[in-house]
């Protein structure tokens, strides 16, 4: 597997420098390389409408700063710059690899594409100002606007999303039928494999910002509604009930991000108590784990 980091930096060096012409700057420059990515989740880089769905509205919608916000992109370019983050992207994915080689994983896919952009601080207040995507195996995006908390914590979130490559490299994801147990498992499997390879106190907000009063009634409220169906039914579990309300779920009376905290503590507890490591429980379906993890 052969690891690919767009210069990103760079990138948004000249993006910032430009007067107009930064939305195509953004699209067939910085984009480009990961077109395939996108279109495998149905954005194209430019709408067939004018204001249509398309690389520039997803990417806010997921939490990356507009290109036109210089003030705020410059002054996260330079701590990016000052903390060397692609050095220490870099690393991340060679310790993943060394992993997976170790254990005889793999990818499915020959080149593996990484790119880290500017977040949007405000939009990704609840994740502590960072966020990734690495559902499509042979990418890896990571949105990040640089502070305290999540600086640290790049190495771990950059693992998470190599654990979703890794994962969906040997089960297919059906966004139709997703189930929330399917969801549970698949992303506490990616923050167990981070803890794995960076330990607890490096873990992100959504699985270690829960009390126990909060995680024991998230777990209750989950239990119930393990063969729900559907993304978007799916999503209320998983983010809960604020992000649900701003992206018009349905609320199911949980906490921000309750779903991968329950997952986390779900995979967590499997492999305690089945003696099975991060390396074989990626490898095993939603079902072994959830009949065997003693948590529901």
Known sequence: MNIIIENTIEQYEMLFSLQGERED????????????????????????????????????????????????????????????????????LNDCGAFI??????????????????????????????????????????????????????????????????RFSYFDWDHGNVTVGDYLIIEGLAESFAKELYGADHLGPWVTSFDEEDLAYSIEVVKGALDIKGFAEVSSYMFGDRLAKEQGYAPVGLSPFAGYAVGYRAVQSFMRLNQVGIAEASLLDTDKIIKNCGIF
């Open 25 to 92: 700057y953004f699209r067939y420059t910085m984009m480009k390389p990961f077109e395939r990515m996108w279109s495998a989740i149905n954005i194209p880089l430019l709408a067939k409408q004018p204001q249509g769905y398309d690389v520039m509205m997803a990417s806010r919608m997921l939490g990356y700063l507009d290109v036109n916000e210089t003030e705020t992109g410059v002054a996260a370019l330079r701590t990016l710059k000052e903390i060397q983050a692609l050095q220490t992207a870099a690393r991340a």
């Open 101 to 166: 080689r170790q254990h005889d994983l793999k990818i499915s896919a020959d080149d593996l594409k990484f790119g880290l952009y500017i977040a949007d601080p405000l939009t990704l207040e609840l994740q502590k100002g960072y966020c990734g995507f690495g559902g499509i195996p042979g990418f890896i995006h990571i949105a990040v606007y640089p502070n305290e908390y999540n600086i640290p914590r790049l190495p771990a979130v950059i693992a998470h999303e190599f654990h979703h490559n890794l």
